[in-house]
């Protein structure tokens, strides 16, 4: 069954590892990796990485991305939205650290800053995706 507009939403927000997808070109399949990301309800869907890495160049070339975000507890659920990038704004150590707190226990969000700042020291950018596609299911419902 799929799921309401609000419980798709929610499920969103939530704080779960998401598999990105963009179309990597003619000839290969999708790029797909795992990301960290936030959303609010009724917002856009925002995602912070390094510019110039493939995933940043793959966005930047076709102006859209997909999410995927599932659970197996207690229910068996997913949520996908795809939909084109709104707007890019420059990634921030504020941003890192509030994606940093939405996942983690907040004793370890300034040590997450501190790796992250240290492992990755160039620019970041944050693609703004406005979900205009969604599927959602509860595949433990009747």
Do not use: N, Q
Not at 93 to 119: G, K, S
């Amino acid at each position: 069954m799929a799921l309401t507009r609000d419980e798709r939403e929610g499920f969103l927000a939530e704080p779960r590892v998401a598999a990105l997808s963009v179309d990597a070109g003619e000839g290969r399949g999708p790029l797909i990796v795992p990301v960290w990301y936030r959303y609010e309800p009724g917002g856009d869907v925002r995602v912070m990485t390094d510019v110039g890495c493939r995933k940043a160049l793959l966005i930047e070339k076709t102006g859209r991305f997909s999410l995927m975000v599932e659970c197996t507890e207690p229910r068996v659920r997913y949520v996908s939205v795809e939909g084109p990038v709104v707007r890019t704004s420059p990634g921030s150590i504020e941003l890192l650290r509030e994606v940093a707190a939405h996942y983690l226990a907040p004793e370890l969000v300034d040590r997450c800053v501190e790796i992250a700042t240290a492992r990755y020291s160039g620019e970041r950018v944050v693609f703004h995706m406005a979900p205009e596609r969604w599927l959602s299911r509860d595949l433990s419902a009747p």
